[in-house]
């Protein structure tokens, strides 16, 4: 199986900048992709950033050309640099592992907050 670890989140200024980093352990060469999904309160979870293992990424509207996703084979390693950050973006955020043959293995979840 896969485990996954998130670091990063926290309180930013909006206008700023924070990183998110998730790193897999355990069986990673059945992973296909990762990604990072966030959850405001009340609303549902939605989909971020993905890259897969060929390096190919995809950005939600709302943050295409602030956001990046980035993956560090040496460490098994995706990160999330979020800049420009807005209230709107505050949301718990989590990382994601789409495997080969077994169910999406997701991790602890990390909350972002943007205010002044």
């Known amino acids: 199986q896969v485990q996954l670890v998130e670091s990063g989140g926290g309180l930013v200024q909006p206008g700023g900048s924070l990183r998110l980093s998730c790193a897999a352990s355990?069986?990673?060469?059945?992973?296909?992709?990762m990604g990072w999904y966030r959850q405001a309160s009340g609303k549902q979870r939605e989909v971020v950033a993905t890259i897969t293992n060929g390096g190919n990424t995809n950005y939600a509207g709302s943050v295409q050309g602030r956001f990046t996703i980035s993956r560090n084979s040496d460490t098994n390693t995706v990160s999330l640099q979020m800049n420009s950050l807005k209230p709107e973006d505050t949301a718990v955020y989590y990382c994601n592992a789409e495997l080969m043959d077994g169910p999406y293995v997701w991790g602890q979840g990390a909350q972002v907050t943007v205010a002044s």
């Open positions: 355990g069986n990673i060469f059945i992973i296909n992709a």
